[in-house]
């Protein structure tokens, strides 16, 4: 799922080609593109026309589109779900939703892999009820970092299981979890109430700036299913120190970085600048081996 400086890229793609334009017609060429929307496919295209858009917005990864009516089009970008704007009408097999704009261009919702979605938001231009129990990101003007402290450090857990709760802090996802512990020098199974309100803070920090510095390239792109809505992927995977680089050496100690099983995906880090913490057994499978063992401190 893209993550927030991914869907940041996204929604100010969008901001530039909707803001102020009406729906002229909207066509769903796929159900599950819309199966949140209860009252089914016709209705749906039925009450999006002639609605105005109002300026994009976003919370951590979540975006949604407000109308100046005060409902919003909630989108679900999924595993592979994208937005293209066409100058002239274009097509191809993935695309799910077409809207038609006003100055004569189209935005087609385009998802390979059809886990994405949109659905309608009554009153939901400003926060949609789906998305109020999201935190804030670090980017947000209202992000309250000592509070998101205070509620890390009350967690059971390791410490990337919590940045991954959108709960207390949206917007980091596996990606920029594994570059913010690398900054950090921080096993992610580092239990959370072992780190001091300076090493959260310390963090919290960390992840604001590598996210900073993936949005300025254009996020991390990986494949063709994650672009912006011209087209064009992000550049930021050249960046990256930790995350994919499983047997390249590390930029920092020159150790080799392992790639590690972690709740159903992956992990990656440096064995020796991120030392497994004394008790906690480690599942790592290191460059050329065919099979993983366990490592324990």
Known sequence: MPELPEVEVVRRGLAAHLRGRYLTGVEVLHPR?????????????????????????????YLWLPFTDGDALVVHLGMSGQFRVDDEPADDRHTRVRFHLDDGRQVRFVDQRT????HLSVEGAELPT???????????????????ISRFRRRRSGVKRALLDQAIVSGIGNIYADETLWRCRIHPERACE????????EIIDAATAVMKEALAQGGTSFDAL???VNGESGYFERGLAAYGREGSP?????????????MNR??????????TPPGTGALIRRPHQTGP???KS
């Open 33 to 61: 593109a819309v199966r949140r929307h209860s009252a089914g496919i016709d209705d749906f295209q039925a009450t999006l026309e002639g609605r105005t858009f109002a300026e994009p917005r976003r919370r951590g990864k």
């Open 115 to 118: 886990f994405g979605g949109v």
């Open 130 to 148: 789906e998305i109020a129990h999201i935190g804030r990101d670090p980017f947000d003007p209202e992000f309250d970092i000592e509070d998101a």
């Open 194 to 201: 072992r780190l001091s309100r300076h090493a959260w803070r």
């Open 226 to 228: 994650y672009v912006n």
């Open 250 to 262: 590390c930029q920092r100690c020159g150790a080799l970085i392992v790639r590690e099983a972690f």
């Open 266 to 275: 992956s992990s990656f880090r440096c064995p020796r600048c991120q030392r």
């Open 293 to 295: 063992r366990v490592v």
